[in-house]
Nanobody
Framework: QVQLVESGGGLVQAGGSLRLSCAAS????????MGWFRQAPGKEREFVAA????????YYADSVKGRFTISRDNAKNTMYLQMNSLKSEDTAVYYC??????????????????WGQGTQVTVSS
């Protein structure tokens, strides 16, 4: 079992920044790839970013590339999402997720086995 808890969401003006955190517990954190997804009202959950178990590989959705940065600190069992130049279309509930197997489909939400409860990000224009 893996428990994931997101934090850091909130209300920010367009052009501003937020940093989300995802604290993990239950298994050796450095053993599994992780990702961030988001879901806006009335829309399906979509991929945002993913990172390999040691952080050597990262993946981004085109919509956030150059603005968001995913990272992890395995010593702290925590993953981060630094979000800069936020836009109103970034408004959503953001979820972190853990992939217990091979991380070969980092953009596919069905490849992830554990999910956090989500944290709301609201960007005002």
């Amino acid at each position: 079992q893996v428990q994931l808890v997101e934090s850091g969401g909130g209300l920010v003006q367009a052009g501003g920044s937020l940093r989300l955190s995802c604290a993990a517990s239950g298994r050796t954190f450095s053993n599994y790839p992780m990702g961030w997804f988001r879901q806006a009202p009335g829309k399906e959950r979509e991929f945002v970013a993913a990172i390999s178990h040691w952080g050597g590989s990262t993946y981004y959705a085109d919509s956030v590339k150059g603005r968001f940065t995913i990272s992890r600190d395995n010593a702290k069992n925590t993953m981060y999402l630094q979000m800069n130049s936020l836009k109103s279309e970034d408004t959503a509930v953001y979820y972190c997720a853990a992939d217990m197997y091979n991380g070969r489909r980092p953009r596919d939400p069905h490849a992830y086995d554990y999910w956090g409860q989500g944290t709301q990000v609201t960007v005002s224009s």
